[in-house]
């Protein structure tokens, strides 16, 4: 039996609202998580407390459940509740009030209700009947693709994916927070082909991965109209949003998917690795990687995005955390940084929250701490997206914390000025009244920020400061450091890129 | 695979909030519910429009999915989701919104997205491991019970329940909702002996029920402070509510069910019949049984609940619908009359709601007609409850509903006076001032409300004329009826029974 | 000073789901009313507990003040509060929360914070300036109007209003709820040539009258497109809804109106009686007479709207309070019925919500009953809206209430059939297949509802028969009546009739 | 008539959580707020499009008015009611949601129902009777006090109040919002002995300022039980909240004071200036001042607050904006630190948000640039406050604003360590485990941030560099400069001082 999936704990103090993002996000994303919340003193309720507000309800917007214990003696209970909801079925964020008067008020501890921790969450499968129409309608595909998502991820589904797309040889696709289920270079991963394998698969089936934006819906013109999708979800609801589905699979994701192999088990059966959809798709890999690797490649100056992950993608440590934000800087990383493990890759994921990455990086690094494994968190931030919590680089210097964080300089959101455009700009007036609002200062020297709290700061503004500040900062695990990193302003990705993570049309 | 599970259609008017008393109960019942409410008009929003309110927002909290089509085109998709958010999973109510300006535009009819009924609910089933060991758990059980509740009646898991109690020799109990998955006069079924069954046994599963306040919160004095409970249910966050269970059997019910099934097939047991525990709980039945035929051969009138419900239970057509509602009413009614058939008894349930009796009875009659099936809606009232929605008499008579009714009327919730103490109460002034609220008119003739709109109406005050007008309204297939029962306004439930179905203490 | 107004107070029992649609009215209607409603107890919270709901959260939508005090001391400080909230500022609903362990729980009495009842509402005051240019900007209206809302009533504005219209010779107009603030027999009252008033008028002076639904939006068509709105209200946030008005008087709609009494005081000034404005709004209105009264006096016979409320109208005691619901019920009867009194007028306002006729009858009768003034409540309902809580006669009855009840029945919503085309209809099918939903049962004798609870009642069908059952009910104080009135299920309102209290259109 | 007071305006992309938290700021500080926020498209709504989230119900309990416009067309008539509602009665924020395809989407602009701006604010006044009672309760008062709250600053109450103080002679006391209303060192200003002054009023005259936890909830032992308070405030509900007031007046703060003043010009009156009353306070003003002087002029290093805020209160422009946020340095600073305009302060105020500080400044700036005025930006944040949006430096250096950031900075929240103590703590284990929570990295040089960004920074130690660095930093008009002052990291504030602004006992 695979381990609980451990909630993530967060303690926010009265008047919660900084922790309402964060409930939002993991609840688009469906990621657990237990946020406890201080609240006024219950006896000064409605008379105008200090920072009294209704949190409960404040949250249940955002969260599976939402309460106050009704005293000191049931907060063991409310809070085994709450770490069961949020990892039970589909994940999701909870929430627990603690108004101020409990902190300091005393009661007898034989009135307590203790809770043992809930047992780890449980595990369905689907019906045998509808697993063999599954694998009949993949059997008959012509041109199958698998796509994991990060339920796949959650579920621990690894092994067993492995398993089906080696011995079926399947081509896969991960979504972003899926990628690194199975490693991101592995033969049969089509990543590279991604809109190609989208739009002609007769048969998709997806593993913990939502038909919203970030696939498109799963409608036409992004699909064939007549594609036939088999679900794999733990969330009865989500099967059927958005298409109607040839076969839905309702349970665990990683006990799904061992009911597929049973199947192909009892009735061998391999898709041909000389089809001509597989010929396609590696057609397809072969020259997005080309020209991926042309964009990575030039020399001219200042860098672009390709050549920056290109030089990252070298020289990361393969079971290292990968953590990015950003809108461009996001969106390329993800095409160009392999991932080697699962669940090893944290991103703004479906609700494109930005300021969750210097987070997120904290939260992996104190894990590898805790594992003392040696893991480094490599973070990789848009500027503008490090602008959100960059501040945080006072507490991974505070606590010496394993990361090596990336500022990918454009001098903007999308788009930024070189600083001699800035100053031509400036001739025209006030910056206020003439920059474009996507515009940030040119040249912010982000790594200062980093040295400011002791941690290593390198600017860097060709392939080769690159390659030295990476090797430093990856050689050095003493410090935590920052690589700011120029590249063209005006960079862009590639023309025949498609959209991916930027908003969906259908 | 069992037929979809159908839904519930409630069209409201602008103003839903008729419709949130259902959809309330709905929520708490975990009933399938689509409401559609008008709404005004698009353009008159923020303006004070008719009956312009956040009806959206206003249903949230009661229900699975609550929307507005943005257009007139995304109504068959929205209805689509809405339907199926309404079955899948553990099934609850939806909200669809519709404008006004809707009902009259035009649109093209190309523009508009079709779309399909879904497909049935996914049908999930447990762990295979979770199984084992349930089934190990119940074969070293001393003191054995099944509990069945709504939840395997929406599952109609009526067959495989059946042979897992037939094969195994085992007792059972139905929540109120679940009565009639196996018929009430099974002898297995240990209903007359409910709170001893439940504070001895050793190892209880449960069925699709929870662990609320209808079965005490699981815990003691209630129960065995070491019960061990395997929990069977379609819903991963109602496992482990308020007790760590020793199973949690994830899926759905049925198929569960048969997961049993096949590890009592393989290695065939049952519990002695024998044993002392059945000894037990049959002395128990017994003696209990006895008290309740002694009460209900009571000659005194006016006469008491059981002599009332032993006549009711008497002339019972097998097929029929059973609906009830009201205080001791329904929960005395509970214990003496039998449900023989699944999904054929509609009560208050978990929310205890009143005057949600006529509705339900309108509904079944409803379905009895479409079936033409010629089954009889039975729908037992106690007299307050019969006040907050009497005046549907005028549908079942406006639309000539095979429906009998019966209010059982003691002048009061809970107890009330007769005409002569009522008379002598008003001496001390007006009936304003004096009466306790809980106190209805003695002697109303809710009977004349049936005969105002041309149904049979009957005011009987013995158990000779209330066998004659059941025997009647039974035979009468032309007319609904309503028999006005006159029972003692003092009477009350026999002292030894337990607090079943009014609020329980832990 | 004015006395403080009172406040409605409604007690729910728990799963208050029942007191919602009251609440949602009131808050629609400005309308002061406290709910104390009925909650589980807060061990069980999140339990499962018997009726468990989060009600204070449930009721934020539709209150100005919802809470659950923290502990049985501060009781008293949240109900000061709660009424205090319900009526200062623009009145509105409230809601407390009592958990069910309140109602046992013993306290040290000393510990109790009691809280005295609060002052009367504040009174403010516009600001001098704007009342002098409102007083001019009338001055020099060429076709002024006045609009007295519910807001003026609920002011107790009726002495200064009267003043201003009869000393300045303005004509007015109530709005539904403003009815009698100054009688509607009132030389100056236009409310027989509402549209044309509307439609015509150069200046219009709002008296806590929102320019909402009700008022067609205050845009053209219905007005002119210049015409100057000066608005007088005590919220300020009403002011400028949808129009931008001339000038805007925020304050206590007595008080302002007082000051603009003081600026005609200080210099006199009268409209003039023989402008054409006068004498158009005279002859519409002497047509709009005739016509209503050549209605009224048709002798065909099923009876129409205008007959049934010409002959409640000649035999209403001038004291009495009048209650309506409906659609055209209410509607027309608003144009026929006129009211004497302020505050004696309650109908289904702003929300149109059906179903508070007959709650309304008995809190005006119980209001009757403590004031001891022998005031008879004549509560007009239209057969449908009598349907929603008809079966409240039991309630009427328990308490013998000084009630006179009229059901205007036309076997429909807007439109029935009659019996005998009813059974025409039935020859093609089944009344569920082939009846309108708007019908109902033809000739439902609503009277025998009233009888089955001991009221006297009365199936008419003539004028002689609904004179004679009017005086027999008014005569009889020892008993309350139901008069069903048989109208011509057809029955429409006068052809040039305005759609007065049915959906707007601008 | 006073100009309207201009409402913020705050635009937020899709997923507008980041904006919440300045929408509950704002709500609880009733500050006049619109936030217009981008969602996702109407037609992919319930699809699981790009941050798609009910924004519009999310914003409900934080705002006055929350709506998504039905139409482009609709925009400006919604836009004028948020403005107004933002503005109108007491103020405060507003909600305006613009999907995604409202962006490009084309309509016939004469089509668009454009709106006028609204009028200013109604001013209403109090009833002249109430006026009269409270002048007599003043004139009769033994040991009066005003207050003055934000409330009488944002109705520029400034002249009516200091004509009232100055003619009568009265002592007052800013709330920490109403500082600047009469300028703090105004010899009537008895802020320097707050606590004395609220214990033993008898008469105490609120301008705008709620008896929230600011004010102690206006009860014992903070004030005499039998202390008379006299409210005047422009929110009828918070009128008799907590306590019951004397006497109530409702209506702008402004109209209201000089409706008072006029009371006082009819009969003169002035409070005797050699009361034994005023004696008290300024002996306690005179202690009080004397302790900050002392602990400002103290010579050990590392400085205290008081020596700081000495050396900061010297140099400050008289015309400057002021803006703090912190713990021990926002309520401390206060103290000292001294406002000599109305609406020149910003800081947590009554929610106590931390993280608003830079953003206050950016706004106070933009003002002061686009006044053309010259007027700096003083910002005091605490070291830990300065964490939350830090980053702002980079939009401060992008527009060059002119602003001078202090943080003061005592390596933690309330308390922190110096260096050695550090080191000699991280013998012990990393600090993750041995550092307490509200420890921040000793010695952080925050001035390193600006100076990332092309600010200028100044690391100070003595209060000499700190002179320097001010008078250098108010001297540079060129560029904002950020100053990082160390400060004793165990300092306190004066131990007889009282707990101003941390969380309130009753």
């Not at 103090?13 to 939002?24: E, K, R, S, V, W």
């Not at 990628?179 to 998709?204: E, M, T, Y």
């Not at 958005?242 to 009892?266: H, M, R, S, Y």
């Not at 990193?485 to 005006?490: A, C, T």
Request: aromatic content about 8%.
């Amino acid at each position: 039996m695979s381990k609980p999936p451990a909630v993530c704990l967060v303690v926010s103090g009265p008047g919660l609202i900084h922790a309402l993002g964060g409930m939002a996000n993991a609840n688009m994303n469906c990621w657990p998580l237990l946020v406890i919340g201080g609240s006024s003193e219950r006896r000064q309720e409605t008379m105008g407390a200090f920072q009294e507000f209704p949190q409960v309800e404040a949250c249940r917007l955002y969260s599976k459940f939402s309460a106050q214990p009704s005293s000191i003696e049931t907060i063991p209970s409310i809070i085994e509740k709450a770490v069961r909801s949020s990892i039970y079925g589909r994940p999701g964020p909870c929430y627990i009030d603690i108004p101020a008067d409990f902190v300091n008020f005393q009661v007898n501890v034989n009135s307590v209700k203790y809770a043992e921790c809930c047992m780890p969450p449980p595990v369905s499968m689907a019906e045998t009947s509808a697993v063999y129409t599954a694998a009949s309608v993949i059997r008959n595909a012509k041109q199958p693709l698998l796509i994991i998502g990060k339920g796949a991820a959650y579920a621990h589904a690894e092994d067993a994916l492995r398993k089906l797309v080696e011995q079926c040889k399947l081509p896969f696709l991960p979504t972003p927070m899926g990628k690194g289920v199975i490693p991101d270079n592995h033969p049969n991963c089509v990543g590279a082909a991604r809109s190609r394998a989208l739009q002609f698969a007769d048969v998709i089936v997806l593993f913990g991965a939502r038909l919203n934006w970030i696939l498109h819906f799963g409608l036409p013109p992004r699909y064939q109209p007549d594609v036939k999708f088999i679900q794999v979800d733990i969330c009865a609801e989500e099967l059927g949003n958005n298409v109607k589905p040839a076969v839905i699979l309702l349970g665990d994701i990683n006990a799904v998917t061992k009911q597929l192999l049973e199947q192909f088990d009892k009735t061998p059966w391999q898709y041909p690795p000389e089809s001509s959809w597989w010929e396609t798709l590696r057609e397809k890999m072969k020259s997005n990687e080309a020209a991926s690797k042309e964009l990575a490649s030039q020399k001219s100056l200042p860098m672009n995005y390709y050549t920056v992950f290109y030089h990252v993608q070298e020289q990361l440590p393969r079971d290292c955390f990968v953590v990015s934000e950003g809108a461009n800087t996001m969106d390329i990383g993800r095409t160009v940084i392999q991932n080697y493990l699962p669940r090893h890759r944290l991103d703004a994921g479906t609700f494109g929250t930005m300021g969750v990455g210097l987070g997120f990086a904290i939260a992996a690094a104190m894990l590898a701490k805790d594992r003392n494994s040696g893991q480094r968190v490599i973070c990789v931030e848009g500027d503008s997206a490090f602008g959100f919590s960059g501040m945080e680089v006072e507490t991974i210097c505070r606590y010496n914390l394993p990361i090596v964080l990336l500022v990918v300089n454009n001098n903007g959101i999308y788009q930024g000025f070189d600083a001699d455009s800035w100053k031509e700009m400036l001739k025209f007036g006030d910056a206020i009244a003439v920059a474009p609002p996507i515009c940030l200062l040119p040249n912010s020297h982000y790594e200062q920020v980093m040295m400011a709290f002791g941690g290593k700061g390198y600017f860097v503004q060709t392939p080769e400061e690159l390659q030295k500040s990476l090797k430093q900062s990856l050689a050095d695990t003493t410090k935590p450091s920052l690589i700011n990193v120029m590249i063209e302003p005006q960079a862009m990705r590639k023309a025949q890129d498609f959209h991916w993570l930027t908003r969906s049309n259908m």
